[in-house]
DNA sequence: ATCGAGCGTTCAGATGACCGAATGGCGTTG
DNA sequence: CAACGCCATTCGGTCATCTGAACGCTCGAT
């Protein structure tokens, strides 16, 4: 019955607006890098000046917003830190992966991730670094497309076909020349997946990044999987095979753990 | 100019009332590990449930908030996760800190810290783990009150007397046996902190926890510090001195980038 | 089975927030 | 030196949110 409220091209049904602005600021603030004064809030937001400036007001007062000593520019304050590590202390899966990923990290020597479905993206819960010299960029909260990383193609090859091509925007947005953007493609790679039990992105997501993912099953809040990755020069088709099996290892050290968690 | 505000005793000027008590919301579920109900909420915050309900529908729908299964229990979403890191991001000290607390961690083999005052409080904006297997606990975002902590000593040892008493609340939170809560005791030792370069928090804040800090000087964002902490079996007055050197040079190291950076 | 306590949820009236235009301050441009 | 552009900020009328009481529901206890 959700389908009214959506349909006829509309604005959100029960909204409080105020508190919906509250969320996008943080959003607009933490995407953007922040730096951003009230007119230029105002028009990104659509929504007049004068209602955001109650609205900023609110959120410095609790400072939750910093402004800057000219008094025209906006960042996020420092209470805006609390949320973030707070929601990884609350969640078993993130609090419980610390040691498996320590060890996977000294297995494989490359970054490892903890990753979650969150509607059509992945998010980062935890990460380990690399031990080389060239590593990649990643952080924890940073989002990526689903369909363009081991992360999520490990996660959405746990659903049918069905359930894939609702969950996603299609046709899929191009991260790389070798991106897939085709619902055929997308589920043939998963059921590929599926069988082999570990999820493959080449270079998909960043040119000459290898990546092999492993879901981690059904956790309470939806998706999760383990991943490592590597350049291209150190993840030749053997070395694939080896880190997929560390990496299978290490999941299912993580289900077994919360396995005992789930008992009690 | 901002004193105006926090001038005559102030009532909550102008503030958005639903936005409020969004960021009262993140803040709830942020400090108490989350899993609260509704009416939980509404009683913690003196709200209406009625209201509440309607605040945290708008936050469900953006996922800022996660509903369980049995749709009573709420806690933090993963739109959380993506402010915190992005403060640190967007953040010049945080961000050059990394390297600086990598080599002080391996210098030391102990806990350090980047923290900075908020209020009455300090916040850690980052750590590195000690590499003994008795750690003492600690997470990014953390709160813990300044006049406990060898961080807030730190940096409040950088203003005077009278800015001191009026930025903390009299009297001081006592956490344990050795917490200084009296203005003469803690102006004591501020000035001890000034001369010697360094602050102390013996046992002040956690039993058995003895921790080394020094302030960073004028930083854009307020006061921030750089600390070393270790259970005092390892950390005897010969080791303190040792440390306390480290600690200054890393001080040193990073007030240096941040000079570069502002030269652009 | 029956009751009761707790929960989330709904609704119509009262209150407070939102909006657009107008104001005053500041740095930059002609 | 003056005029402009851009900024944050204020103010009263209109409308949406907040409120408190009532509802249906799921439990656990009687």
Redesign the pocket.
């Known amino acids: 019955m959700d389908a009214v409220t959506e349909a006829a091209g509309g604005r959100k049904a ?6 919906a ?1 509250v969320l996008e600021v943080l959003e607009l603030l933490g995407r953007d890098g922040a730096r ?7 028009s990104a937001m659509s ?11 609110t959120m410095q007062a609790r400072r939750w917003v910093d ?1 800057d000593s ?5 960042s996020l304050g420092l209470k805006a830190l609390l949320t973030g590590t707070a929601y990884l202390e609350g969640d078993d899966v993130a609090s419980l992966a610390g040691p498996v990923l320590d060890t996977l990290a000294e297995e494989t020597g490359e970054a490892v991730h903890l990753g979650r479905l969150d509607g059509t993206d992945v998010v980062y819960l935890a990460k380990r670094e690399s031990r080389h010299a060239l590593r990649m960029y990643s952080a924890v909260g940073r989002r990526l497309p689903a369909h363009a990383t081991a992360l999520g193609k490990a996660v959405l090859s746990q659903y049918d076909a069905a359930e894939v091509q609702r969950r996603l925007n299609w046709p899929l947005e191009r991260l790389t020349p070798d991106t897939v953007t085709g619902p055929d493609d997308l589920l043939a790679q998963l059921a590929e997946a599926r069988l082999r039990g570990w999820a493959l992105d080449d270079g998909e997501n960043a040119v000459d990044i290898r990546c092999v993912a492993v879901p981690l099953g059904a956790t309470p809040s939806g998706g999760d999987a383990l991943s490592c990755s590597a350049p291209r020069s150190r993840m030749d088709d053997a070395r694939l095979e080896e880190v997929a099996s560390a990496v299978t290892g290490a999941a299912h050290s993580l289900r077994t753990l919360l396995k005992r968690l789930g008992q009690h």
Do not use: C, F, Q
């Not at 951003?36 to 105002?42: F, I, R």
């Not at 000219?70 to 906006?74: D, H, L, N, S």
């Open positions: 029960d909204e409080v607006k105020s508190a602005r951003l004064s009230l007119a230029e809030m105002a929504v007049p000046k004068s209602s955001l400036h109650a609205i900023l007001r402004l000219a008094g025209t520019r906006y």
